[in-house]
């Protein structure tokens, strides 16, 4: 350990040369850089592990249709309706004369869902889930437009079309699905006949459509592009001379802000299943020192340094030069139909779980945990690794008693299902680790 603490003082030295040289978390200037100054590595502070439930997420206006169900051993039974609202051309191709209208004939009416490349769970299974009508407008009940991932809507238990089908989101472009004909027949008559013209019109008779998966045949949580997604309505003239004369409107979400995936979470059974209220927490030492983290849902993993600001005892003049936090994955938690995600996004919040912001460094770009995945025999070198040096100086040095805390997500935490469960400092396989390296000076 001397030997490492020694070449790390001469390469923060020579780094300096007489000038401030930023080390990256803290500004290391040459009035710090006595002979007589000491470096040390500090790995035995308290870290503080819990799980958090956000309120609501905003899942309007993520350009992403989520839909489908799958029972998670760990976190419990995940599921995602996906609700909008559509628009497009009212009239029907022709000259616009009465006499062509009239020899217009409805064909057939689909719902053609283009592939985001976003899957979750095991898409070897067969998905279904069924087409229904709203009978309600998409319009959000609240004040700032946005729908969330507890919002829901009222639909019709009818269904205008289902599918049972083998999700293949890389390998294919898309999945057609064959709609109710007396549904589409009907719209289309309403076109014909000149009572739908625009788009209020149109909306008045159809207010809009949900995906809803079934609970009985689903085991994976599939993404299709909302912007390029469609309904299809194909019609023809009657009795046409050629086959050329086939014609089709298409129907599309044209406001991405009334498109939004209602995501739920039942936990019932699970180590997590008596998650607190949002401004609560649920100790890492209740749920076998592990925490957890679940984008679209709202879980969210939060961690403490109750004891940071003790450090600044150590000397009656010192300082943090960085720092890092492991935050590693438990054994055995994930897999290829669970995949580790590549990084994690960092927030800084209080005591009641309220965000201030992204955890940021000494430069004010924002800071992310990055994922280490050169594994070992006992996979301990797999893990997220957060810059925190910044941050803990800061709190250190605070001097009201409040203090602030990091909360872990995973990016895509409004448009995405993907989990985390992470150890905390007293896990047997996979601890959480700090690194603090401190000069007094």
Known sequence: MSKF??????????????????????????????????????????????????????TSSQSRILVGNYDDPIFGKVKSNSYFHLAGSYTLASSGSDTEYTNFVFDSISMILKYDNYYYGDTTKVQTFDIHRLTQKVKPNTDDDSFYNNSALAYSSESLGTISYKPRPIEKDSINIKMDKTFGNELFQKIKKREITSFDSFTEYLKGLVLVPSSSNSSSMIGFNATTSKVRLYYSKYQADTEDEAYHLDFTIADVSKQFNSISLDKTGTLIQNLPVSSKTLSSSLTNQQGFIQSGTGVACRIDFPNIKQLKYIADNGAIVSAELLVKPVNNTYSQQFVLGDSL?????DNLNRISGSLVNSAGSAVYGILNKKSDEFNENIAYTIPVGSFLQKEMLKKSDSRSNLILTLPGISKTVNRLVLGDQKHPN???????????Y
């Open 5 to 58: 603490l020694l070449m790390f003082f001469f390469a923060v030295t020579m780094l300096s040369c007489g000038t401030d040289t930023d080390a990256g978390e803290f500004v290391v200037g040459s009035d710090y850089l006595a002979v007589n100054n000491k470096v040390i590595l500090i790995d035995t502070v308290t870290v503080d592990m819990s799980t958090i439930n956000f309120d609501s997420l905003v």
């Open 345 to 349: 996004k960092v927030y800084v919040g």
């Open 430 to 440: 996979n601890k959480i680790q700090l690194k603090i390296y401190y000069i007094s």
